[in-house]
């Protein structure tokens, strides 16, 4: 007797080849996820090191402001992955979206001596801190 629940690795047999990436899983699988990095904060005393996990993304893709005591790490990623046959038809075509946003309350620092550099995947932030209170413009945090 034919089993009326498919085993997982049958589910998607019944697509066309086309519709499968070379791992054998579909397109209906949901392996692109965006979640919230992993941000690691240390005290230094005089300021705090932030080391936030960004794998995937690049500097242009990472924006990173402070505001009224909160600083705030945003990502936003677009991919697109096409391809075509000989005719120029779509044989598949995948479009993926993402982003994730952050916010940690730091209290008054010295927003205009906040530095950041973005290097393999790890957004490096410098917040100093500081005892003079200023004003609650959004104040951009310029990455490196």
Known sequence: MANLFPRRNDMFD??????????GTSLFDTSFR????????????????MVAEAPGFSKD???VEYKDG??????????????????DHYVRRERSYGS???SFY???????????????????LQVPKSDDAHDSSTYKIEIK
């Open 14 to 23: 019944w697509l066309p080849s086309f519709l499968k990436n070379d791992q």
């Open 34 to 49: 965006f979640e919230t990095p992993k941000v690691d904060v240390k005290d230094k005393r005089d300021y705090y090191e």
């Open 61 to 63: 893709d990472i924006v």
């Open 70 to 87: 909160y600083l705030t790490i945003q990502g936003k990623k677009e991919d697109t992955v096409e391809e075509k046959d000989e005719q």
């Open 100 to 102: 994730f946003q952050c």
């Open 106 to 124: 730091v209290g008054d620092v010295d927003e205009q001596k906040i530095t950041g550099q973005f290097d393999n995947g790890l957004l490096t």
